[in-house]
Each structure stands twice: as C-alpha cells, then as structure tokens.
C-alpha cells in the first residue's frame, strides 16, 4: 500500500483541490477552458499527465489535456 500511496503523493499539491471538479469533466461539446486555466497554473501537471496516460483515463481534463489529446500522444509514444 504505501508504494501506492507513494506514487500519488503529487496529488497533495494539485491546484484542482481548490476548485470544483465538475469543471475537469464538462458535458460533450461543453468548454474545457476553466480546468485548463486551472491546469496550466499547476505545479504537478506533468505528473498528473503522466498518471492519466499510463492509466488511461478516458474522461474528463488531465494535466491540461482532453481524452482525444491523450489519445494522440500515446499513439506518438509507441
């Protein structure tokens, strides 16, 4: 548990706390432009990037980016 636990403790640091989290997950077609504001001022945005891509998170703003953004840059990893 604490390797677990370990890996996440980016997350104490992450601006999103302070804000509403239905921000990070608008309606299809909705504006991402609040959770990217927030994203862009956040000093654990990489991690967080890092965290979605690895676990495929498919809704919702991580690390400043969309689903289909992610999409595309696991497909420039491999």
């Known amino acids: 548990m604490a390797i677990f636990q370990q890996g996440l403790s980016w997350q104490g640091k992450a601006r999103c706390l302070e804000v509403d989290p239905e921000i990070f997950f608008p309606e299809r077609g909705g504006s991402s432009k609040a959770a990217r504001a927030v994203c862009n001022?956040?000093?654990?945005?990489?991690?967080?990037?890092?965290?979605?891509?690895?676990?495929?998170?498919?809704?919702?703003?991580?690390?400043?980016?969309?689903?289909?953004?992610?999409?595309?840059?696991?497909?420039?990893?491999?």
């Open 41 to 78: 001022q956040c000093e654990v945005r990489r991690d967080c990037l890092r965290y979605a891509l690895k676990n495929r998170e498919q809704f919702g703003i991580w690390g400043g980016t969309s689903e289909r953004e992610r999409r595309k840059l696991r497909k420039l990893a491999s």
